[in-house]
């Protein structure tokens, strides 16, 4: 059986330390502030991103470097599958990029598969990944079980301030604008890998708990088997306090913690919170 690698980008947010010990490679996308490329992860930390979003002015973001990518492929052996998980390409062209890479190379055989949306809920796949690749599974079963997986994973997110994703492109200045000024807080959701509004309402905690009552719909009993995570713009209390309150509701569910880094964070803003979770069985 041939040599399998996963790579993902660094919008699934995955810990330094547990890549580092499953051998998950990350290629990373850059927030651009005043002309000045920062990849994230490595040139500007989520503190100081946040830190600078408040005093200064939006980024722009960009997706990773295709010679970056291509320069690691070159590293490894032939023969060497790699299972290459992307951030939604309905809001990124990281995922066409990973096709162009492995057309640039011909020793491996990149298998790029789309989230079809990001944070946490991309993160659990590639977690899945590892741990097919630790079992003895093929690429081609990984693949599988990921687009199967995909399917079933389900997220939803509440923002504080609509200006970031209209100013972002994310969200149109007429839906932006009628928000601000009815102080709508939409729970938004990702369809056919783009962000769209699951529906408005009109307060923050309104919001979130719209999202409790939809797990409370599809999660059964005291939540076993089910991972639950929910993500953060920089304020781990925030989240924390939500997972209190699941845990209370799910005590036998696993319970992850995350957060929207900075190219995320930047269509976002301060103050949004996720919402995500599957059955791992």
Known sequence: ????????????????????QHQVNVAPLSVIFDGTSYREGLDMTVPEFYERIQTGSLPTTSQPNIGGVVDFLETLPAGTDVIAVSLSSGISGTYQALH?????????????????????????????????????HSAEAIVRRLEELKGKIRAYFVVDDLEHLQRGGRLSVTQALVGSLLKIKPVLHFVDGKIVPFE????????????????????EGDGKGYVIGVIHSEDPAKAEAEIASLKEAYPAARFEMSVFGPVIGTHLGPGSLGITWYCED
Not at 1 to 20: G, H, K, N, R, V
Not at 200 to 219: G, N, P, Q
């Open 200 to 219: 408005k309402i009109r307060t923050f905690k309104r919001a979130v708990r719209k999202i409790e009552e939809m797990m409370s719909e599809s999660i």
């Open 1 to 20: 059986m041939s040599q399998i690698e996963i790579l993902t980008d660094s919008t699934a947010y995955l810990p330094a330390a547990y890549c580092e």
């Open 100 to 136: 162009t890479a492995n057309m640039m190379v011909d020793q491996v055989t990149v298998h790029p598969v789309d989230s079809r949306i990001s944070c946490m809920p991309q993160a659990f796949l590639v977690m899945e990944a590892v741990k097919m690749r630790d079992a003895g």
